[in-house]
């Protein structure tokens, strides 16, 4: 069964440092989305992508963050400079626009900052 | 606007007890979709099922079973027979059908189901 994956399962980091967390949608969709979950909290919308660019964003997802797809298979959020209320799960999501309408999860990276 | 409301934060309840988790939503869009994630203690989201807001039927699967309410803005979650490994966090989430389709969840209901 076709699934998201993402890298790094977990990352620890010094503040002030900058972080990339990796994705690989599924291979025929074509939206695709970050959203962030501080631990004990809901998970919540981060920035959505499509066709390059990005469609809608959070006001979460301020000029700290930036998305890409640098090579068409993977999908990147980058964190230029990370604070402390950054360390969260953050789950990267790919979108099926075919009968189902699933959206499927992958397994989430955690962030955290110290 | 868009919002989803768990009232409740956590249930404990013992394994082979019937428990339900509610779920209100709010939303002004005439389609949309509802969905419930389990979140085990790994972290991961598990999807549950989605239900599109034309279909009101109420479904069954296995020991799950949901009930959609549009007149209520409700769609609950009822599990059968709780077992231990039920114990997670399950997030109600809303989508609108229109735009680029973000969840937007509820807050969560931790179930702790013990032995």
């Known amino acids: 069964e076709p699934e998201v994956t993402q890298t790094p399962s977990h990352q620890v980091t010094q503040m002030g440092q900058e972080v990339i967390l990796r994705c690989v949608p599924i291979s025929n969709h074509l939206y695709f989305y970050w959203y962030r979950q501080i631990l004990g909290q809901k998970v919540e919308f981060l920035v959505s992508f499509y066709n390059n660019e990005i469609s809608e964003k959070s006001e979460i997802f301020d000029d700290q963050f930036s998305v890409e797809r640098p090579d068409g298979s993977n999908f990147t959020l980058k964190i230029r400079s990370t604070k402390l209320e950054d360390s969260a799960m953050y789950f990267c999501a790919s979108w099926d626009t075919s009968g189902t309408g699933e959206l499927f999860f992958g397994e989430g990276s955690r962030l955290t900052v110290l | 606007a868009q919002k989803v409301t768990q009232a409740q934060t956590e249930i404990s309840v013992v394994e082979k007890e019937d428990v339900t988790l509610d779920c209100v939503y709010e939303?002004?869009?005439?389609?949309?979709?509802l969905f419930w994630y389990k979140q085990p203690p790994s972290g991961e989201l598990v999807f549950l099922i989605r239900r599109n807001s034309f279909d009101e039927q109420n479904e069954i699967s296995g020991r799950y079973s949901w009930n959609f309410q549009k007149s209520t803005s409700s769609f609950n979650f009822t599990i059968t027979a709780s077992q231990v490994v039920d114990s997670a966090v399950y997030f109600c989430?809303?989508?609108?059908?229109?735009?680029?389709?973000?969840?937007?969840f509820g807050t969560g209901t931790r179930l702790l189901v013990s032995p």
């Open positions: 989430a809303l989508r609108p059908n229109t735009g680029f389709q973000k969840l937007v």
């Open positions: 939303t002004r869009d005439t389609t949309y979709y």
